[in-house]
C-alpha cells in the first residue's frame, strides 16, 4: 500500500511540475482573420473574454508618449544550446525551460526577469506614429513573483541578422512539437541593440487569452535583418499580427 501511495504522489507531482508541452498551450482553435480572428477571439473560450472585453490591451500605436526618467534596461543574455525551437502553428519560436539562475535575464531598475521564450510576428504588432515596421521579435519574460514583461524590438528591412539567420537554418516549416537542433547555440543577444531606449506601458499578451497586466517595454532602435530573411519567415507567416488596441486612457512613458 506504501508502494502505491508514494507512486501517486510522484505521480500527482509530475503534472504538477513538469511544463504542459507545446500543443497544450490552446485547447481552443483560433486564427488572426475571419471566423475565428481576432474580434471574436473571447467568443472562442470562456477564458478568452479578456481578448475583446479588457481595458488594457496590446498591441498599440505609440502616436505620443510622455518623457520621464526611468530605469535603465540591462540584458543578461548568454549564448546556450537551440534545445527547444517550435513552429507553433502561429509563429517561430525559441522557449526556454532552465531553471531559475541559470537562464537569460533582463534587468529594468531592481526588478529582475527571466527570459521563457521569443517569437516573430510580419509586419510589427506595434506601430510607431501610425506605421508599422517590416517584422517584430517579442522577449517574454517573469519575474519571480510572477510579473510578466514583453520587450518589442523591431526589425527593418537592411543587412541580415546571423542570429536570424541561425535560426532560420532550422526553422520548422510546418505546426510540430519543440525541437533540439544539436550542436547549435544561439545568444539571444543578437537580436538586441546597443541603444536601449525605450517605450513603456502596461497592456497584455498579443495571442489568446490576451492575459493583462504585462509591462511591455519597446526599443526604439530597430534592428536590421534581410529581405530574404524577411521573405523566409513571410514564407509560413506572411501576417500573424493581432489589430491595434485602443489606449483607454492609458499614458505611455519614454526614456528622456
Not at 500543443?23 to 475565428?36: L, S
Not at 479588457?54 to 548568454?78: H, M, N, T, W
Not at 493583462?212 to 521573405?231: C, D, H, Q, R, Y
Amino acid at each position: 500500500m506504501r508502494k502505491v501511495w508514494i507512486a501517486f504522489v510522484l505521480l500527482v507531482a509530475a503534472v504538477i511540475f513538469v511544463p504542459a508541452g507545446p500543443r497544450a498551450q490552446w485547447k481552443t482553435k483560433w486564427t488572426y482573420e475571419g471566423a475565428t480572428g481576432a474580434e471574436h477571439w473571447s467568443e472562442l473560450d470562456p477564458d478568452w473574454a479578456a481578448c475583446n472585453a479588457g481595458k488594457e490591451q496590446s498591441p498599440i500605436d505609440i502616436r505620443s508618449a510622455k518623457k520621464v526618467e526611468l530605469p535603465a534596461i540591462r540584458f543578461e543574455y548568454k549564448s546556450g544550446p537551440l534545445k527547444y525551437l517550435i513552429n507553433n502553428g502561429y509563429t517561430i519560436r525559441v522557449n526556454y525551460h532552465d531553471a531559475p539562475g541559470s537562464g537569460n535575464f533582463m534587468i529594468v531598475g531592481d526588478k529582475r526577469y527571466q527570459l521563457t521564450q521569443f517569437h516573430f510576428h510580419r509586419p510589427s504588432e506595434e506601430y510607431i506614429h501610425g506605421k508599422p515596421y517590416d517584422m517584430v521579435a517579442h522577449f517574454m519574460h517573469q519575474s519571480s513573483d510572477g510579473k510578466v514583461a514583453g520587450v518589442a524590438v523591431l526589425l527593418k528591412a537592411g543587412s541580415a541578422n546571423a542570429t536570424i539567420q541561425q535560426l532560420w537554418e532550422h526553422m520548422p516549416m510546418t505546426k510540430g512539437d519543440e525541437q533540439e537542433i544539436a550542436g547549435v547555440e544561439v545568444n539571444p543577444a543578437g537580436l538586441l541593440p546597443h541603444d536601449t531606449a525605450y517605450y513603456t506601458y502596461m497592456g497584455s499578451v498579443t495571442a489568446p487569452p490576451c492575459t493583462e497586466g504585462v509591462t511591455w517595454f519597446v526599443l526604439k532602435a530597430p534592428m536590421e535583418v534581410s529581405m530574404e530573411e524577411i521573405n523566409a519567415f513571410a514564407k509560413l507567416y506572411p501576417h500573424d499580427v493581432r489589430p491595434i488596441q485602443p489606449l483607454n486612457g492609458r499614458v505611455v512613458q519614454e526614456t528622456e
